[in-house]
């Protein structure tokens, strides 16, 4: 893929009264690690589960790998995504979330093959082997067989990165997933996002990590109050921020 591959104009949404986004203008380009910053409740993850489609979009455009997400345009009209719609979509974007999200009763394979076997079908045989390669590609060939009570917090992310990894994404989402870790094991987390984000992988990531995204993005965006307050190149960002919001959330996280 070239191009635009996730482009927001103008995104709202709400919680009955409660304006959660007010008007988001966002791009990232095939490629790119776009990671995102700022304080609890400023709509980061909000924003981020409206790119796949987990929360629907009250005003504005969002389009990603060139379709209008939510809506489908049939002889000249748009309806809504129905369920199998949605479904489609999800298939092809990656998502890590705070907490892991495996399944206790299955081991590291089985939780990684999944997803490839309910939702594409893939025959169980060739499903296993191909949750075997990622979870070697992301450090853990010797855990495959080991259930998620035996893996640390460190190692169960990396699984959850190979179960998205596996579906052969276009686009790969991070929910601050290190932030439920000890900070002993963050370490292993980010090395794997460093390795993906080396293969081309697109990422968008929101983070309370400033040195992953100083060293990582291609672009840093910093999230207030709903809004994309400050946009651009990393290292401009953190060091000479143009928004004094921006700089002031900077000295409370340093």
Not at 226 to 244: C, I, S
């Amino acid at each position: 893929m070239t191009g635009t591959l996730v482009e927001a104009r103008g995104l709202s949404k709400s919680y009955g009264d409660h304006e959660v986004l007010h008007g988001v203008d966002f791009t990232v380009r095939a490629g790119e690690v776009s990671c995102i910053i700022g304080p609890s409740g400023s709509g980061k993850s909000t924003f981020l589960r409206t790119i796949n489609g987990l929360e629907t979009v009250d005003g504005g455009s969002l389009i990603v790998d060139g379709e209008q997400v939510g809506y489908a345009l049939e002889d000249g009209r748009y309806r809504p995504w129905r369920d199998r719609d949605f479904a489609r979509f999800r298939a092809r974007i990656g998502m890590v979330f705070q907490r892991f999200n495996l399944y206790a009763h299955l081991d590291a394979v089985e939780n990684v093959a999944a997803s490839l076997i309910h939702v594409k079908r893939v025959p169980k045989a060739e499903a296993h082997e191909r949750a075997e390669f990622e979870l070697a590609r992301v450090g853990l060939a010797d855990h495959v067989l080991k259930r998620p009570h035996q893996l640390s917090g460190g190692q169960q992310q990396r699984v959850a990165i190979a179960r998205a990894l596996a579906m052969d994404p276009d686009l790969m989402l991070f929910d601050e997933p290190t932030s439920a870790l000890d900070p002993e094991l963050v370490d292993e987390v980010l090395e794997t996002m460093r390795a993906l984000a080396g293969r081309g992988m697109t990422m968008i990531v929101v983070t309370h990590e400033i040195g992953f995204a100083r060293e990582v993005a291609d672009t840093l965006s910093f999230f207030d109050g709903g809004r994309v307050v400050e946009q651009g190149d990393p290292e401009q960002v953190l060091t000479d921020p143009a928004n004094d919001r921006t700089r002031s959330f900077l000295e409370r996280v340093r």
